[in-house]
Structure formats: structure tokens, C-alpha cells
T-cell receptor, first 115, second 111 residues
Framework: GAGVSQSPSNKVTEKGKDVELRCDPI?????LYWYRQSLGQGLEFLIYFQGNSAPDKSGLPSDRFSAERTGGSVSTLTIQRTQQEDSAVYLCASSLVRTANEKLFFGSGTQLSVL | SQKIEQNSEALNIQEGKTATLTCNYT??????LQWYRQDPGRGPVFLLL?????KEKRKERLKVTFDTTLKQSLFHITASQPADSATYLCALEAGRRALTFGSGTRLQVQP
């Protein structure tokens, strides 16, 4: 597609439920990133994928968070047993490759609200 | 610990003036530094990248400086317009990790 696509744009869930957030990166981009942004805060790195390499999961805040990238394209971020502190905007980005000088292209994010 | 600091207070300026935003960092030795713009309800959009051996980079009304001794980058918007109102984020490469972002500074340009 023309840009990074994320769905849903908004998700309201109850505490304790599982949620899945989807990211469709720009075609041909080998690197895919997940960040989250709490109200008025900066972007917090969660995880990135580069080609067929093992993902860098160093930013995942707990084992309730997981992500996968199927076929080197679409990615799903799963949050199990959601907590109120998980409420945030979850942003996905992609880049042509994962290098130090590569610019990121972001989607518009998924606003997650945990009640 | 590693830190990226941007002024959390909003910057309010008059149309036509130059806006200057600051990004300070500690315990990083980045080879590159990037600036992004974020509008409400949208993801950040890339603006400029500057390398450690570049002192200054320009793109239209935008100018970025990078002082690796002071560990600081300045982002300037000349002849600012109300349409420049947004949050501006700096981002650093930290070794082999993904880009690390500052919390951003909100710029408000008054007509």
C-alpha cells in the first residue's frame, strides 16, 4: 500500500481481555517496529523485526506482550490479560532496512483504552 | 542511564518568527540524529537526518544543527507559519537498537 496501515484505529476493551493489533507495513520494507505512546509522552520502543532475523524484543514491558510477523509482511501485536496501564496509542512503523540512518514511516496508530 | 531531553513546555511564537527547539542527550554516542513532526492523532513523520560529522543540515525553512561535544541538536523553523504548529520529536540511534525518541516539544505558531 501507499503507507503503513494499522487496524483497528480505536479499541476499547475490558481489563483482563486479550487484544490483537494489526500492522500492514509499506510493501518492500524489511524492517517493522512497534512503539507505544502514552498521553503526552514520547514513544516507547517495544519490538522490531528485520527480515528473517530474530526480533529484538528488548522493549516489551512484560510477558503479556508478544508480536509476530508473518511472511515478512503483516505484523500482529498481542496483549494478553490487558491492564489499565496498557492504555496508550500503539504505533507501528516500517523502514526499507534496519540501519542507523534509515528513516521510519509510521502508521496512524491504534488507540487502546482498557476499562 | 541514557536520556534524551526535549523541553516539555510548549513553545509559543508569532507567525514569521524563527522557532528553535532543543534536543539534549546523555550517555549516547549517536552517529545520526533524526527529527520528526507529529500532528494530533497521527504518527510521526520524518523531517531531517543529520550525521555526526555534519554541523548543520538545511531543508527549505528547516535547519538542524548537531553538536556532539555539547550533546545537543537544535531544530530551527524560519519564517514560521500556523501550519507549522505540531509536536517535534528528536530521535537517536543507540547502537544496534531501534530509534529512541525524545518526548517531543509542542510548537504553537500564532497568526
Amino acid at each position: 500500500g501507499a503507507g503503513v496501515s494499522q487496524s483497528p484505529s480505536n479499541k476499547v476493551t475490558e481489563k483482563g481481555k486479550d487484544v490483537e493489533l494489526r500492522c500492514d507495513p509499506i510493501s518492500g520494507h524489511t524492517a517493522l517496529y512497534w512503539y507505544r505512546q502514552s498521553l503526552g509522552q514520547g514513544l516507547e520502543f517495544l519490538i522490531y523485526f528485520q527480515g528473517n532475523s530474530a526480533p529484538d524484543k528488548s522493549g516489551l514491558p512484560s510477558d503479556r506482550f508478544s508480536a509476530e510477523r508473518t511472511g515478512g509482511s503483516v505484523s500482529t501485536l498481542t496483549i494478553q490479560r490487558t491492564q489499565q496501564e496498557d492504555s496508550a496509542v500503539y504505533l507501528c512503523a516500517s523502514s526499507l532496512v534496519r540501519t542507523a540512518n534509515e528513516k521510519l514511516f509510521f502508521g496512524s496508530g491504534t488507540q487502546l483504552s482498557v476499562l | 542511564s541514557q536520556k534524551i531531553e526535549q523541553n516539555s513546555e510548549a513553545l509559543n511564537i508569532q507567525e514569521g518568527k524563527t522557532a528553535t527547539l532543543t534536543c539534549n542527550y546523555t550517555n549516547y554516542s549517536p552517529a545520526y540524529l533524526q527529527w520528526y513532526r507529529q500532528d494530533p492523532g497521527r504518527g510521526p513523520v520524518f523531517l531531517l537526518l543529520i550525521r555526526e560529522n555534519e554541523k548543520e543540515k538545511r531543508k527549505e525553512r528547516l535547519k538542524v544543527t548537531f553538536d556532539t561535544t555539547l550533546k545537543q541538536s537544535l531544530f530551527h523553523i524560519t519564517a514560521s507559519q500556523p501550519a507549522d504548529s505540531a509536536t517535534y520529536l528528536c530521535a537517536l540511534e543507540a547502537g544496534r537498537r531501534a530509534l529512541t525518541f525524545g518526548s517531543g516539544t509542542r510548537l504553537q505558531v500564532q497568526p
